[in-house]
T-cell receptor
Framework: QQQVKQSPQSLIVQKGGISIINCAYENTAFDYFPWYQQFPGKGPALLIAIRPDVSEKKEGRFTISFNKSAKQFSLHIMDSQPGDSATYFCAASYSGNTPLVFGKGTRLSVIA | DTAVSQTPKYLVTQMGNDKSIKCEQNLGHDTMYWYKQDSKKFLKIMFSYNNKELIINETVPNRFSPKSPDKAHLNLHINSLELGDSAVYFC????????????FGPGTRLTVL
């Protein structure tokens, strides 16, 4: 049973465009929703995270939108750049020392 | 001043061998994890440790044995390696509550021949 479903599997965006990646979760006990960015040969790096008490969080060009009733959250990358080309993972966890449950990842390619 | 470090970066070995991966974090975190990333890039939890104690073992074969000598270190020993063990293994550490941020190491790519 996949607790966090991520789409699309891959995404090609023109430079300057908006990249949108979506995730849906099943477990309503989840209360922490991060996004990770992974470049080839590197470990996942925390990009931005949100808790369910807010509907949106913005950090620079990266925005998380969160819809608690729909159990969905998404990552928007504004003004996408070739340097943003990487694999993006959504994840979820709940309070305590619980590990992250990851989506299957989205491979983003930003072309000039 | 690497936050989470792992050694080795690459590990190539024959089936049936025993190998270890080491992880160290200098963030002062109490909780550490091992994750496995398969060939399709899917990341899945293997073990969770809190204050040197095992708190989660996610149905991992008992050929895998984590050990935490202190809060800053979490090592992974694998016995009788199999072809299916080939993957990238990531160590991570987590800030104490109420924070949830997890920080990942650079990974160890294990190839079993």
């Amino acid at each position: 049973q996949q607790q966090v479903k991520q789409s699309p599997q891959s995404l090609i965006v023109q430079k300057g465009g908006i990249s949108i990646i979506n995730c849906a979760y099943e477990n309503t006990a989840f209360d922490y929703f991060p996004w990770y960015q992974q470049f080839p040969g590197k470990g996942p790096a925390l990009l931005i995270a949100i808790r369910p008490d807010v509907s949106e969080k913005k950090e620079g060009r990266f925005t998380i939108s969160f819809n608690k009733s729909a159990k969905q959250f998404s990552l928007h990358i504004m003004d996408s750049q070739p340097g943003d080309s990487a694999t993006y993972f959504c994840a979820a966890s709940y309070s305590g020392n619980t590990p992250l449950v990851f989506g299957k990842g989205t491979r983003l390619s930003v072309i000039a | 001043d690497t936050a989470v470090s792992q050694t080795p970066k690459y590990l190539v070995t024959q089936m049936g061998n025993d190998k270890s991966i080491k992880c160290e974090q200098n963030l002062g975190h109490d909780t550490m994890y091992w994750y496995k990333q398969d060939s399709k890039k899917f990341l899945k939890i293997m073990f969770s440790y809190n204050n040197k104690e095992l708190i989660i073992n996610e149905t991992v074969p008992n050929r895998f044995s984590p050990k935490s000598p202190d809060k800053a270190h979490l090592n992974l020993h694998i016995n009788s390696l199999e072809l299916g063990d080939s993957a990238v293994y990531f160590c991570a550490s987590r800030r104490a509550a109420p924070y949830n941020e997890q920080f990942f190491g650079p990974g160890t790519r294990l190839t079993v021949l």
